[in-house]
């Protein structure tokens, strides 16, 4: 079946550290691609989207980049800051009629001063 | 501008009881959606309703059943519950149909604990 795969946390940094969070998909199909992030006390909000092979998503200074040859999506950011420490989901998506999203466990990211 | 809000917050039940957890979208949002998030995992696909119709469901048990309101509004009730079905339950709002177009907005969820 389809499903996702994140690397496990916590991942701890410093700041202006750079950060990569390792996700990888199966999926039968061309699946669209997502990453979520949950701040604490708050709410899970779309970070960024790929629907297609090479497009790369970008917003708030993260990036991922949709590879169908690794079937993967890491999240980078070059430079973290304390404010990004939160949960991050990797998720994908094969109904482009529908909100069924496919998410990973989630990585928790903590990033100190 | 509200988000989208959840009641309760949280929710102690026993085995064999049913309940109803409730949800209102972001002002203007007419798809409803709803995650089961157990801990130490990544929200679970339950239902999707758009225009007061089911358009999605995921892999859950008949117990699990839901609607949409005309103001958009949605329940979601689970019946003879389950240990198994304590968890985060969340809602997701988005102005259209499809995630691919319409980003989903998450409320903060309503705790269930299962005794």
């Known amino acids: 079946g389809n499903s996702v795969t994140q690397m496990e946390g916590p991942v701890t940094l410093s700041e202006e550290a750079f950060l990569t969070i390792n996700c990888t998909y199966t999926?039968?199909?061309?699946?669209?691609l997502f990453w979520y992030v949950q701040y604490p006390g708050e709410g899970l909000q779309l970070l960024l989207k790929?629907?297609?092979?090479?497009d790369k998503g970008s917003n708030k200074g993260f990036e991922a980049t949709y590879r169908k040859e690794t079937t993967s999506f890491h999240l980078e950011k070059g430079s973290v800051q304390v404010s990004d420490s939160a949960v991050y989901f990797c998720?994908?998506?094969?109904?482009?009629?529908?909100?069924?999203?496919?998410f990973g466990k989630g990585t928790t990211l903590s990033v100190s001063s | 501008d509200a988000g989208v809000t959840q009641s309760p917050t949280h929710l102690i039940k026993t085995r064999g009881q049913h309940v109803t957890l409730r949800c209102s979208p972001i002002?203007?949002?007419?798809?409803v959606s709803w995650y089961q998030q157990v801990l130490g995992q990544g929200p679970q696909f339950i239902f999707q309703?758009?225009?007061?119709?089911?358009?999605g469901r995921g892999n859950f048990p008949d117990r699990f059943s839901a609607r949409q309101f005309p103001n958009y509004s949605s329940e979601l009730n689970v019946n003879a519950l389950l240990l198994g079905d304590s968890a985060l339950y969340l809602c997701?709002?988005?102005?259209?149909?499809?995630?691919?177009?319409?980003?989903?907005?998450f409320g903060n969820g309503t705790r269930l604990t299962v005794t």
């Open positions: 997701a709002s988005s102005v259209g149909q499809s995630s691919y177009n319409s980003p989903l907005h």
């Open positions: 998720a994908l998506s094969m109904n482009q009629a529908g909100t069924a999203l496919i």
């Open positions: 002002s203007g949002h007419k798809s």
């Open positions: 309703y758009y225009e007061k119709e089911e358009r």
């Open positions: 999926a039968t199909g061309y699946p669209s």
């Open positions: 790929a629907t297609k092979a090479d």
